[in-house]
């Protein structure tokens, strides 16, 4: 099972996000996002397709559907400057997989 | 609060072998599935290994199969990847994370320890 990202996403500060997870049918599977600036560990960002953890700003929100996932972020913030990545569990493998990543370049 | 601190990383020559520890604190450890993933600097997340809430159950990527052994000691909060014939292609950071409600998303993840395999 392959997880496509695109490599970059270039936003103004203010307007909004969107960053997509292509996969076979990742609409059947659950979609994990991460959100990881710098120099930092990564972070959970949405769980389960669309739940927002606790601590996660409502700007954020998730959706899948057939054969795409993706990630919105609303009012784009200079801090949210970071590389995004998509996750599924494969069930072929069982184990977790994740997408090559997407650079989120707020301008 | 929740945190995960790893340590082991370092500098080892190819062929070589190290352990990695992930200390956890802050939850009730016994119950969740834990994971080692690691990051090439400047390249993407991937998934290594991953242990059960008792530790009888493992799993490992291709690449690491036959090389690298995961393990938990529950009495300690502590999981473990001892990583041996390590190659140049192992140099990464490594996290360690917790698996939400097993075979879910990474809800915490530590800061990562880095090992650099280098002659």
């Known amino acids: 099972y392959v997880l496509t990202q695109p490599p970059s996403v270039s936003v103004a500060p203010g307007r909004t996000a969107r960053m997509t997870c292509g996969g076979n049918n990742i609409g059947s599977k659950s979609v994990h996002w991460y959100q990881q600036r710098p120099g930092q560990a990564p972070v959970l960002v949405i769980s389960?397709?669309?739940d927002r953890p606790s601590g996660i700003p409502e700007r954020f929100s998730g959706s899948n559907s057939g054969d795409t996932a993706s990630l919105t972020i609303s009012r784009v913030e200079v801090g949210d400057e970071a590389d995004y990545y998509c996750q599924v569990w494969d069930t072929d493998t069982d184990h977790p997989l994740f997408g090559g990543g997407t650079k989120l370049t707020v301008l | 609060d929740v945190q995960l601190v790893e340590s082991g990383g370092g500098l080892v020559q190819p062929g070589g072998s190290l352990r990695l520890s992930c200390a956890a604190s802050?939850?009730?450890?016994?119950?969740?599935?834990m994971h080692w993933v690691r990051q090439v600097p400047g390249k993407g997340l991937v998934w290594v290994s991953r242990v059960n809430s008792d530790g009888r159950s493992t799993s490992y990527a291709d690449f690491v199969r036959g090389r690298f052994t995961i393990s938990r000691d529950n009495s300690k909060n502590t999981i473990y990847l001892q990583m041996n014939s390590l190659g140049v292609e192992d140099t990464a950071v490594y996290y360690c994370?917790?698996?939400?409600?097993?075979?879910?998303?990474?809800?915490?993840w530590g800061q990562g320890t880095l090992v650099t395999v280098s002659s």
């Open positions: 994370a917790r698996d939400r409600a097993g075979r879910g998303g990474s809800d915490y």
């Open positions: 802050g939850f009730t450890f016994y119950n969740y599935w």
């Open positions: 389960y397709d669309d």
